[in-house]
């Protein structure tokens, strides 16, 4: 028996020896030469059964490759969990709460086709290693619905890739709470690649627990809070032992991260308007970064931090209470405000201040000396200090000191052996470090 017609239906055109006869699954009645109704009762029967939920059972599937096994259509589709399996729209119009709740129940990593989906959040925990995907964050948004709960909660070895979080920013009346993801206790391995987490009134991300979040890397994407002045992603408030963590190559158009006491940070190609050092941070490195703080001045605190190879438009205090960083290497957009408040040898830097005025001494006698003060805004007590002139020195002797916040003294001593020296008018340059 031959069938034609371009696909099987409720109804089929059956051939069969040159003859046919047309077949209505309905009423179950009609044969072909050659065939019996009992026969086309039992096609009906398969072609019902291949349209329910069964018919995945009823057809099979292998790889070409050899070892392959054959397997049901069924099961095949169940590697893969979408979000659409469930009843989700992604149309920005229904909501697809229940839809996306349903199929993170699954335990399965979660895809979310294009669209934008609607949510109303409670902090849905995901599974130990799950990740829910999509296939871009500018095109597969979950987008936040008049709540104030937190979007997501995480587990260990779960993430989230290719996708964005839109937070309502605040804007129904008394929602002006929640977050986006949430990593508690006993969550290592947590990646976040090319996710975008947006206009989320509370934070974008926040470790909530001390050693929390172990080894989570964040790679790529954009992290907003609806107030651009407050961090997007915040750190635990003191780690007790190391815990590595990893941000790379991600974005902020306000302050990206506030490192709390983390221990073990490493932050580099960035770009962010700030970063907030917090007291207790411990080994946090920083390099390879545009820190666009728009004439602002980042402020460097914690022991044994490190700001190294950065782009930063503003300039940098080192704070009283920080203790064994290092800041040097940077490319700095207003250096002469640059400003260590450290105790002396507790720090290393590279800042330099310099300050110049044009003087003409007065006659100095053979072995006589001769001082003057130079503004060198920056300087500090303790700092090397350092001089020159424009003009051939003629035998005389320069030395350098800071002798006041803010102020150089040059002494000029006569060691020609020749006489007094006259020295015309000249430039004085100082330099303090």
Same mark, same amino acid.
Request: charged share 15%; aromatic share 6%.
């Given at each position: 028996m031959r069938y034609s017609g371009g696909k099987i239906g409720r109804r089929g055109l059956l051939a069969a020896a040159g003859s046919f006869a047309i077949w209505d699954s309905s009423a179950k009645t009609g044969a072909a030469t050659g065939e019996t109704p009992q026969s086309l009762t039992a096609l009906a029967q398969s072609i019902d059964r291949l349209r329910s939920s069964a018919g995945g059972e009823m057809v099979g599937i292998q790889q070409s490759e050899a070892g392959a096994i054959t397997r049901t259509a069924q099961s095949k589709a169940r590697d893969i969990v979408s979000v659409k399996d469930f009843g989700a729209v992604g149309g920005n119009a229904a909501l697809d709460t229940a839809?996306?709740?349903?199929?993170?129940?699954?335990?399965?990593?979660?895809?979310?086709?294009?669209?934008?989906?609607?949510?109303?959040?409670?902090?849905?925990?995901?599974?130990?290693?799950?990740?829910?995907?999509?296939?871009?964050?500018?095109?597969?948004?979950?987008?936040?619905?008049?709540?104030?709960?937190?979007?997501?909660?995480?587990?260990?070895? +779960?993430?989230?890739?290719?996708? %964005?979080?839109?937070?309502?920013?605040?804007?129904?009346?008394?929602?002006?709470?929640?977050?986006?993801?949430?990593? %508690?206790?006993?969550?290592?391995?947590?990646?976040?690649?090319?996710?975008?987490?947006?206009?989320?009134? %509370?934070?974008?991300?926040?470790?909530?627990?001390?050693?929390?979040?172990?080894?989570?890397?964040?790679?790529?994407?954009?992290?907003?809070?609806?107030?651009?002045?407050?961090?997007?992603?915040?750190?635990?408030?003191?780690?007790?032992?190391?815990?590595?963590?990893?941000?790379?190559?991600?974005? +902020?158009?306000?302050?990206?991260?506030?490192?709390?006491?983390?221990?073990?940070?490493?932050?580099?190609?960035?770009?962010?308007?700030?970063?907030?050092?917090?007291?207790?941070?411990?080994?946090?490195?920083?390099?390879?970064?545009?820190?666009?703080?728009?004439?602002?001045?980042?402020?460097?605190?914690?022991?044994?931090?490190?700001?190294?190879?950065?782009?930063?438009?503003?300039?940098?205090?080192?704070?009283?209470?920080?203790?064994?960083?290092?800041? +040097?290497?940077?490319?700095?957009?207003?250096?002469?405000?640059?400003?260590?408040?450290?105790?002396?040898?507790?720090?290393?830097?590279?800042?330099?201040?310099?300050g110049s005025k044009t003087y003409d001494p007065r006659r100095i006698a053979d072995g006589a000396a001769h001082s003057t003060t130079v503004t060198c805004i920056g300087a500090r007590m303790g700092m090397i200090a350092s001089a020159a002139i424009s003009i051939d020195q003629a035998g005389v002797t320069l030395t350098a000191y800071v002798s006041a916040a803010d102020t150089v003294t040059v002494r000029y001593q006569n060691e020609s052996g020749g006489g007094a020296v006259d020295l015309a008018s000249h430039n004085l340059r100082v330099e303090a470090r």
């Open positions: 839809a996306i709740n349903a199929a993170i129940d699954t335990g399965k990593h979660v895809f979310f086709p294009i669209g934008v989906y609607s949510y109303v959040p409670s902090g849905k925990a995901l599974a130990f290693g799950q990740v829910l995907y999509g296939e871009s964050p500018l095109t597969t948004r979950i987008a936040k619905v008049d709540s104030d709960g937190d979007m997501f909660t995480m587990a260990a070895g +779960s993430g989230l890739r290719d996708i %964005g979080l839109q937070g309502n920013g605040g804007i129904y009346t008394g929602k002006l709470a929640g977050r986006g993801l949430v990593i %508690g206790a006993d969550t290592s391995n947590i990646t976040l690649q090319n996710v975008n987490i947006l206009d989320m009134y %509370g934070y974008a991300v926040e470790v909530t627990a001390n050693n929390g979040g172990s080894q989570l890397r964040i790679i790529g994407g954009i992290y907003d809070r609806t107030n651009p002045a407050l961090a997007a992603i915040q750190m635990p408030e003191a780690d007790t032992e190391a815990t590595p963590r990893h941000l790379v190559g991600v974005a +902020s158009t306000g302050v990206l991260i506030d490192t709390g006491g983390a221990d073990n940070l490493l932050l580099t190609g960035i770009y962010t308007r700030d970063v907030f050092f917090g007291a207790a941070s411990k080994k946090v490195i920083l390099s390879g970064s545009r820190i666009s703080t728009l004439g602002g001045v980042m402020i460097v605190k914690g022991t044994d931090n490190a700001v190294s190879g950065n782009s930063i438009a503003g300039s940098i205090t080192v704070d009283s209470g920080a203790a064994t960083c290092v800041v +040097s290497g940077n490319v700095v957009v207003g250096a002469s405000a640059n400003v260590d408040n450290s105790a002396l040898g507790a720090n290393v830097t590279d800042f330099r201040y310099g």
